[in-house]
Structure formats: structure tokens, C-alpha cells
């Protein structure tokens, strides 16, 4: 039986990191009736006390795993989880992943096998049947998996007849898994992959214009490629949290006594010096919110940016600030946002980013605004305040996400157009 086609996004016309993804294959349409297909999710999801504390990830890669038991495959599920590092650790089972993938598919037989390798995965594969679903022990529990060894994933590649990429939000990795699969065996894009890819593109490579960024973190040094790229892409780029210091420093402004990345201060002026040559408008905060503590319920101020007291620090974007966001996101097409605008986690210096985030949804609902979003904080803030849903796009990827926008090739995604390109030879 055939993969159910939909009219999805085709892998046709995108690009993404420069890289030409028109070999990239889909597993739509593909013959996977009484096949063994390995599908690399991302089921690196929180866990606490033993179960899922939030399912975002398991829930956007459901179609891709329904379609294919419904076509009749026989689907083996491969994830990691956690940071063990090659041991089997506390934790970082997979086992309270399968007991809730079976509470999202009711009526659908899960099997959960306690290895990824060796004789336990290798008896647990071949008792599937098509229709099934198996999810295997976490791969991170054998050190080759992010090293990349062709050994392990050969081990891998015997357990499959096909295999699927759908954790986009893992292909930063060149890990066994991610990278070596995919050139042992038929290799295709699932379903979240290529939403993904195609949402992130579009936003990224050929927006609807003006377009503007928003980044926020605490650091400026690790988001040097991201926010390099992105000038020379973007209209505007408005910089959030501890890495604006870094910039307003840059601007010979007294940030008291705010975190800022003194060394990368020239890095925020070449950065600064880009945008400008690109013709990139740079957001900075013109007034904030300081504490001179950072703990809840402690006492705050807005204070113009110039005005920041010596002892005090700089904590959220103040009421100007975000204004003068709104305003612009007003007049632009398109925004792609990550990272807060402040310690979002701590009341009341989260007021800025949940602001933001209701504006971003309020003009995307209105359909005035393509609104793509990634990244953990980010995905968070947008829950708090419940408008995760009214965005285009919200991406499952932190990391990846990252480095997309910061214009990288990502392992799992070159792997998938090689292997396409291969086949079609
Ligand atoms: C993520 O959660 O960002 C991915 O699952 C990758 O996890 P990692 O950062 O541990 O490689
Ligand atoms: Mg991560």
C-alpha cells in the first residue's frame, strides 16, 4: 500500500542554508506495505516523575507515524533522549515515550523493545507485524550513535528495509542515526521534516517583505553566526535580552550592572557595521525594566537606557520599547523570532516577551503577518500565554532552528538530499 499523498509542501523549489533540496525524496507515496521502516524521530521530550511532561514533539510527528502503520509498514521507531552519553542511565528511558504514544493512538498495537541493538532489538523488530509500531530503546545509550560510527549504524540499518528522517529538530547532529542511516538504506523526508524545512525556508529564503527578525538570549557569543546571517538577509533585526547589553555597551551605553559580554562587544560592532552596509535596520530597547536583583518579586523600575542606575540591571524590554516593537511589526510582512526579550521565567520581567508574543499573534490571526517561531524559550513563552497556535509556524527545533537561521547545512538534511540525488541517478 502506498504512503497517502497530501498536498503537503513539496520538496520542490526549497532551499535552505544554501543548500538545493529538490533531491530531497518525501515518503509520500512511497510503496511501505509489509516493509520495516526506521523513522528517526526527535522524542527528546521533558520527562517528569516517569512520564511525558509535554508531548509537543510526539504530537507533531503523529501523521507521519499513523500514515505509516495505516499504509502497512512495519514502523521502528529510533530516538534518543536526554545526554547519557553512552550509558544506560536514570531518566532517559524511551519506555515513558511508547506509554504515551499508546495513549495518542488508541487501537494501535506500540510494542516497546529494550535496546537499540543487539539480539533484544533484533527478536523484538521481527515480531512486528505491518500496522505496528515499535519504539527501540534510547540510541544515546551506545557511544557510537553521536559518533557516527558506520558500525552502529549498520546494526541500525539491519533492523530496516527504508529509512525515514522526521527529526528535523535533531539534524544539527551528525549522529549515526541522523547522518550514516541515511546512506545505508532508501532514505526519505517525513512529514514534520518537510513542513519544517519548507515553513523555515520560506520565512528565511524568500520572504514576504519587510521582513524582521527578533532574536533574544542571554548571549551574543552564541549566536554570533545566527545574527551575522541574518543581517545580511533581514530588514530588521531587533535584539532581546542579555545579548542587547552586549549592543547598548557597543553604543558606549552604561548598562550598570547587567550581563554583558564585554569581549564580544567588537563582535556587536561588526555586527552592527554589517547590518548597516546591508541595509538592516538594528532594534535596540530605548527604555527597560531593571531590579537590582534577579528573583521573583523583588523591586523594579523602567528606566530609560541611558539612565540604567550603576547597581541595577537590566532584566526586560520596558513599555517603549515594546511599543516601538509593535509599531514595526505593524508595517512588516513577515517575522521570525527567537529567544525572549527578558528573564521571561521570573514575574514581572516576562511582560515584555508575553506582550510580543500576543501582538505577533493578534496580526497573524488578523492575517497581516507570517509568523515563523523556534526555539525552547521562545515555545515556552508562547505557551504561557496560550497563542502557540495562532502563529504560521511554530518549529519543533531549538538548536536546529539555530543554526538554520544562522544559515548552516544541517547533517541530517544534506544526508537526505545526497541520498535522494544518489537514487535518482
Ligand atoms: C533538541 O532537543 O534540541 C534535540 O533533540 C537535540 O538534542 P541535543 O542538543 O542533546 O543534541
Ligand atoms: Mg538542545
Redesign the pocket.
Known sequence: MNMASSPADAAEGLSGGGLDLSSVKTIEGVDVGGKRVLVRVDF?VPIENGVVADATRLERVLPTIASLARSGAKVIVLSHLGRPEGVVSPGTSLWPVAEKMRELMPGTTIHFIGDCFGEEARRGVAAVKPGEIAVLENLRYYKGEEKNDMEFAKALADLGDIYVNDAFSSSHRAHASIEALAHLRPAYAGLLLMAEVSALGRALENPARPVMAIVGGAKVSTKIEVLTHLVSRMDQLAVGGGMANTFLAAEGIDTGASLVEPEFIETAKDIVARAERAGCEIVLPTDVVVAKEFKPGVDWRVCPVGAVPADAMILDFGPRSVAELKRRLAQVKTVLWNGPLGAFETAPFGEGTFALAREVARLTREGNLVSVAGG?DTVRALNIVGVADDLTYVSTA??AFLEWLGGAKLPGVVALAQSGARSTR
Open positions: 527528546n525552547g531549538g538548536g
